[in-house]
C-alpha cells in the first residue's frame, strides 16, 4: 500500500461503481445468527458487469468476503475489516432451459428455487427446499439434505475470480466432496445451471411438503443458529458424537447447544459470537477427548477472533 492509500479511508479506496457501497454494515441484520460486529464496506453489485468491474479495480490488500444469507455464517464480534459482497436483485432471475435445464442466479433463495423447478414440472431440486441459503452459498457448501446434494444436480456454474475475469465451471470443475467445493474462496458464483428430470408437479410438491415436515420435526429451524455446526466425520455423525459427550443442552451465556439437534447451536437471545464459538468449542474438545476425533466446522467463521475479551471471559 503506497503512503497516500494508507491515508484513505477503506471507501476511498474503491472503485466507482453502479451499485452500492454502505460503510459500517451490521452484520447481526442479515446473518441467521443475528450476531456479529460490523463490516467495514457492504456492497451491492449491480449486475455482473459491475461486480467484474469493482473485483478489477479493487486494491488486492483489501479482504473481501462474498455473503448468501448468512445461514451457514457466524460473523465475529470484531466485524469484518474488508468489504462483504452480497448479491443483489439482478442476481435472482431463474428461467427453463431446453433438456429439463434451469439456470438460477446464485443470489436465488435455494426454497425458490425448488419451488421453481416444481412449477415448471422438473425434479431433483427437492432437496433444495430443505436448505434455508442462497444458491451461491449451496454452490460453495455443497449443500445437501435427505441424501441428494448439490453436485448431484449441478451442469456448469459461473463464477468471477479476485480479477474480475469470469468463468464457465463443469461439475468436475467444482471438485465436490461433503459439504465442501475446491474453487478458490475468493471466487463469487453469479449463476448455476441444474440438470433435473420431468415429473408431476403434485408429486414434487408431495416431496417438498414431505421435507419440510421432517426438518420441522427434528431441527430447531426457527431459532437463531446456523444449520449443521460440524460436517460429519468419516463413519460417524457429529451430533452423536456431541450428545454422546454430554453437551447436549449445554450453555455459556446465551448461546446453547440445542435440546432439539445438537449438531445446531442457537443463540438464545443476545449472546455474542464469542460465546456460541466457546461452547461449541467444549463440544469439540470433549469428543476429541473422548473419541480422538477432532471435529470439523461446517459453519464457515468470519473476522479476527478478539483475543482480550476471550481472555477477559477466561476463554483463553
Ligand atoms: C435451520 C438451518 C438448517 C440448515 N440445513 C441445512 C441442510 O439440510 N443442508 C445443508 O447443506 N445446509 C444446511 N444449512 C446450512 C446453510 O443453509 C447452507 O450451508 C447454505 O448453503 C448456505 O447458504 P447461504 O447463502 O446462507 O451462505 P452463507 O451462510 O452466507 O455463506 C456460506 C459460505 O458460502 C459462501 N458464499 C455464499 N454465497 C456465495 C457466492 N455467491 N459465491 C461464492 N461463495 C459464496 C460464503 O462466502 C461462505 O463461505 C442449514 C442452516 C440453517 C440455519
Known sequence: MTAAAAKMTLIERLPKVKGRLREQAAMDKVTWFQVGGPADVLYKPDDAEDLAHFLKNTPV?????????????????SGFRGVV???????????VETGNRLRVGAGALDLNVARFAA???????????????????????????????VKDIL????????????????AADMGFSYRHCEIPKDWIFTE??????????????????????????SQPIKSRTGGSTFANPD??????LVDAVGARGLKIGNAQISEKHCNFLINTGGATAAD?????EEARRRVFEKFDTLLRWEIVRLGEVDL?????????
Open 85 to 95: 459482497i452480497r448479491l443483489g436483485r439482478k442476481f435472482v432471475e431463474m428461467s
Open 276 to 280: 456460541l464459538e466457546a461452547v461449541a
Open 192 to 217: 448455476a445451471v441444474f440438470q433435473l428430470q420431468p415429473d408431476d408437479p403434485a408429486k414434487i410438491t408431495n416431496r417438498m411438503n414431505e421435507i419440510a415436515k421432517r426438518r420441522e420435526d
Open 119 to 149: 412449477e415448471n414440472g422438473l425434479a431433483g431440486a427437492e432437496f433444495l427446499s430443505g436448505v434455508p441459503g442462497s444458491i451461491g452459498g449451496a454452490l460453495r457448501m455443497n449443500a445437501g439434505a435427505y441424501g441428494s446434494e
Open 235 to 240: 463413519g460417524a455423525r457429529a451430533w452423536e
Open 155 to 170: 451442469l456448469s456454474a459461473t463464477a468471477y475470480d479476485r480479477d474480475g475475469n469470469c468463468h464457465e465451471l463443469t
Open 308 to 316: 482480550k475479551a476471550k481472555e477477559e471471559a477466561g476463554q483463553v
Open 61 to 77: 490488500d483489501i479482504p473481501l468476503f462474498t455473503l448468501g444469507v448468512g445461514s451457514n455464517l457466524l460473523v465475529r464480534d
